[in-house]
């Protein structure tokens, strides 16, 4: 069982930047892919992007690149991992909770977009965008 805790969300203007984070952890504690993802009121929830367990694999959904960067830090026994998603130049459409989530890294190159994927979830932070 592995336990993921987002935070970092906030209120923010437009044109700002902000940095959440995901701290993950477990009594049994694997090798994970971590992802990002968001949903805003009234839509499906995101992909935005994902980080495979050694941080040498990232990939980004079209609406993050450019603008958000994920990355991660591994304690050196491995029995927790914090994962970062960095936003910059917010804009109001990126008002949404946000949350990180997981599964077992079996290494596989290609990480995965689909929700269905991730065994996983954190509670989400919300983040708001004023314009």
């Known amino acids: 069982q592995v336990q993921l805790v987002e935070s970092g969300g906030g209120l923010v203007q437009a044109g700002d930047s902000l940095r959440l984070s995901c701290a993950a952890s477990g009594r049994t504690f694997k090798h994970y892919v971590m992802g990002w993802f968001r949903q805003a009121p009234g839509k499906e929830r995101e992909f935005l992007a994902a980080i495979s367990w050694s941080g040498r694999s990232t990939y980004y959904a079209d609406s993050a690149k450019g603008r958000f960067t994920i990355s991660r830090d591994n304690a050196r026994d491995n029995a927790k991992s914090t994962v970062y998603l960095q936003m910059n130049s917010l804009k109001p459409e990126d008002t949404a909770v946000y949350y990180c989530?997981?599964?077992?890294?079996?290494?596989?190159?290609?990480?995965?977009?689909?929700?269905?994927?991730?065994?996983?979830w954190g509670q989400g932070t919300q983040v708001t965008v004023s314009s």
């Open positions: 989530a997981a599964y077992e890294d079996a290494g596989i190159q290609v990480l995965s977009t689909t929700r269905n994927s991730y065994d996983y």
